[in-house]
């Protein structure tokens, strides 16, 4: 599996928009992109995938780039409930976590 | 909305008996996996189950590990001799055949404690 970069941490201020980078230069051509989510101890969540083209849905957009070695997270509004640590991934169909970018939501 | 279910949501054991993890992927879902997370660290793949076999298995699966989905609805992890170094959160997911393959469902978790 390619392996991503990502920020150890971020902060955000409730309400705004919070864009989380990801660096994924060895992504080969087959291989998505992935976003989990994992709030405290539980369970990650899934967010969003995608494989060269932007998606969006009820959670997040994501952003990749036409080279497709960086994506993008973005929240658009984000809250207190947001405040997680968030993975990006890329593979096919296999999940392998790195150690994420902890993001902080502020009041 | 449906949810993987996991049970316990403790387990206590000593060090070298055998514990069973238990889950309850979605009903109409087909792939099964199981992670583990050691407090502090990151979560870490164990083994991928299709079509009543393994499909793919990490390094962390020896052979003190088993999975089995003995019916229709639940999916376990067999862990014998369990060693200190076994206490972690266990995570169940699930994913369906269908386009939405990508998307693993995550259970709550076992946290399990070898003592």
């Known amino acids: 599996d390619a392996k991503t970069t990502q920020p150890p941490s971020m902060d955000c201020a409730e309400g705004r928009a919070a864009n989380l980078p990801c660096n994924h230069s060895t992504i080969s051509g087959n291989e998505y992109v992935y976003w989990y989510r994992q709030i405290h101890s539980q369970g990650p969540q899934y967010i969003i995938h995608?494989?060269?083209n932007n998606e969006t849905n009820e959670m997040a957009s994501l952003i990749i780039t036409e080279d497709r070695k960086s994506s993008t997270l973005i929240l658009p509004h984000a809250t207190l409930r947001d405040t997680a640590v968030y993975y990006c991934?890329?593979?096919?169909?296999?999940?392998?976590f790195g150690t994420g970018t902890k993001l902080q939501v502020i009041p | 909305e449906p949810e993987v279910t996991q049970t316990p949501s403790h387990q206590v054991t000593q060090m070298g008996q055998e514990v069973i993890l238990r889950c309850v992927p979605i009903s109409n879902h087909l792939y099964f996996y199981w992670y583990r997370q050691i407090l502090g660290q990151k979560v870490e793949f164990l083994v991928s189950f299709y079509n009543n076999e393994i499909s793919e298995k990490s390094e962390i699966f020896d052979d003190r590990f088993s999975v089995e989905r003995p019916d229709g609805s639940n999916f376990t992890l067999k862990i014998r001799s369990t060693k200190l170094e076994d206490s972690a959160m266990y995570f169940c997911?699930?994913?369906?055949?269908?386009?939405?393959?990508?998307?693993?469902?995550f259970g709550p978790g076992t946290r399990l404690t070898v003592l």
């Open positions: 995608g494989l060269k």
């Open positions: 991934i890329v593979g096919y169909q296999k999940v392998t």
């Open positions: 997911a699930s994913s369906d055949p269908s386009g939405r393959r990508h998307e693993q469902f």
